[in-house]
């Protein structure tokens, strides 16, 4: 007895899909959509988790396996490139074999890979593993999607919504945290072990719960062209954007990757007008609001990593916490996420997603402009009002954006809406960090020298700046051994004033990228196609 669910378009001589209202009753646990909820968030989690964890193990795996920093630069690159560069084709994936199938794939393939790492002893092994941990992860997320979008009821869809994103955006904030107790208390190797159990507690459940859902239309064959030309595309600018703050902006190398990437869309998009089964058919964009929740997704992930970046650098470099405190200071963004993603997800199912959205961004902006006003001495309680503010912020965003991109394309294309929405906040994030560390790099350029002479320090030859702004943009201060202690405090003095001030500019910035989304969350609207093939389970 197999688990299919076929679900037809409405057409001539069909029959119109049941009513979201009274969805197709199912016996026992098998496609029960609230466990399907928890399979999915289970899964999800553990990607979500990886995103962040792993940066606090770097320096352990560094120091034991005797890697280079370019080569531990390589376990988040490789992570992140797989993962951006793999997400719409997985989203294809799905929607050609069933989300349920390639979900099961990703949560066995990423726990396995997992689990390779912590038993690996070279840092060759340990690259190769997370590249693996970033092709299966792509083919988990945008199934956790599919299998959201035909299992719940359109009038329930944006809470199962609203909850996912909740364990999204808590395993992101709370992977420092936990990898912090990892580290300090157990190994580096138990940051990945720790997958382990939790990919076997989601197969099981998968295998338990999960019933496939297929759209009556959905893709027949693969346009291998169309997914060389976007991968390739996507390898090209998400690479560029990496490695840009290291080439520099004006470098030859860094427009050469850029060009190549606009050349790659520009084919890709060609093509697929040509082919009969387009990986992702150009007429998605002809949908005003789905277009608008993509580009929303873009510039929500710019102004959210790219100014949290600097705010970790902030709270373990300039005051000085350790990874845990820094962790935990962070609680009032999570724990305000956590909170507003199910509230968020009533009030779009009640209001529909254009004035949460467009009010989620403002709170963004608004908190991040606080966030500009942070000084070396801003006290706890300070932060902790504009750390709450962007964690309501960006709830109904996470939310809404997600539920608007989907809802808005076909049920038969819901896996590649899913890795776009995905594909979007991974891009959007690596804009970010780019974007607003150039400019950052271009604040503390312009007045470290400046500061540093008018502090009455020892002149410094250009290598000698260039090392101290390199230090300086990540907030600590360049204090060479011997120094007497009263230069040292007049070194750190200079150091946390030029990089709070590169961070203000920086945080401004994404304040302005917040307000230009809230224009574009004015175009959103509730997805048209919510309802096909919503509601298949019982609720």
């Not at 009274?22 to 399907?36: C, E, K, N, Q, V």
């Not at 190994?187 to 382990?196: A, D, G, R």
């Not at 470290?448 to 390199?470: H, I, S, V």
Request: net charge neutral; aromatic share 8%; proline share 5%.
């Amino acid at each position: 007895m197999t688990s299919q669910t076929t679900i037809s378009a409405t057409g001539p001589g069909d029959k119109a899909p049941a009513a979201p209202s009274a969805p197709t009753p199912s016996a026992g646990l098998r496609g029960h959509p609230w466990f399907t909820l928890i399979t999915v968030a289970v899964g999800v989690m553990m990607v979500a988790l990886d995103g962040t964890i792993v940066a606090i193990a770097n320096p352990a795996i560094q120091k034991d396996l005797g890697a280079s920093f370019a080569d531990v630069q390589w376990i988040t690159n490789g992570y992140f490139l797989a993962l951006a560069v793999s997400l719409i084709t997985a989203g294809k994936l799905g929607d050609r074999f069933g989300h349920r199938q390639t979900f099961l794939i990703g949560v066995s393939g990423f726990a396995l890979a997992s689990g390779a790492i912590g038993l690996s002893h070279s840092i060759a092994f340990v690259v190769t593993f997370r590249v693996l941990q970033g092709l299966f992860g792509a083919l988990l997320m945008p199934a956790a999607l599919g299998l959201l979008r035909a299992t719940f009821p359109a009038e329930k869809l944006n809470m199962a919504i609203g909850l996912w994103g909740m364990v999204i955006g808590a395993s992101t904030a709370g992977g420092p945290i936990l990898g912090g107790v990892l580290v300090e208390h157990v190994n580096w190797q138990s940051v990945f072990f720790i997958n382990v159990p939790v990919g076997a507690i989601a197969l099981v459940l998968g295998v338990l719960i999960l019933r496939d859902h297929r759209a009556e239309n959905a893709p027949r064959s693969f346009d291998v062209l169309g997914i060389v030309l976007l991968s390739g595309a996507m390898f090209c600018l998400v690479w560029a954007l990496i490695k840009a703050p290291a080439w520099g902006w004006g470098s030859g190398t860094t427009w050469s990757f850029l060009a190549v990437s606009v050349l790659g869309f520009a084919l890709f998009a060609f093509w697929e007008t040509r082919v009969k089964e387009p990986l992702i058919p150009l007429g998605l964009f002809r949908s005003v609001p789905l277009s608008a929740g993509v580009v929303l997704m873009v510039l929500m992930a710019i102004a959210f990593m790219g100014g949290l970046f600097f705010v970790t650098f902030y709270l373990q470099n300039v005051h000085g916490m350790s990874p845990i405190d820094a962790g935990l200071h962070l609680l009032p963004l999570t724990g305000m996420m956590i909170v507003g993603s199910p509230l968020a997800g009533a009030a779009i199912t009640k209001l529909g997603p254009r004035i949460p959205l467009a009010g989620g961004m403002a709170a963004t902006a608004i908190a991040m402009y606080g966030m500009s006003t942070l000084t070396s001495d801003t006290g706890s309680a300070v932060m902790s009002i504009w750390f709450a503010l962007l964690g309501l912020g960006l709830a109904p965003v996470m939310v809404g954006a997600t539920e608007v991109i989907v809802g808005n394309a076909p049920m038969e294309l819901s896996g590649v809406a899913g890795g776009l929405q995905q594909a979007a906040m991974q891009i959007g994030g690596s804009l970010g960090t780019a974007v607003l560390g150039a400019v950052m790099a271009s604040r503390v350029d312009s007045d470290l020298a400046g500061n540093w002479t008018d502090a009455g320090l020892p002149k410094l030859t250009q290598p000698q700046l260039d090392a101290a702004a390199e230090a300086v943009q990540v907030g600590v201060a360049p204090i060479a051994p011997g120094t007497p202690e009263t230069v040292a405090a007049k070194i750190t003095q200079v150091a946390h004033d030029t990089f709070i001030s590169g961070m203000s500019l920086a945080c401004l910035v994404a304040a302005g990228v917040a307000v230009v989304a809230v224009f574009v969350a004015l175009l959103t609207k509730r997805g048209e196609n919510a309802e096909t093939g919503a509601g298949a389970a019982h609720i």
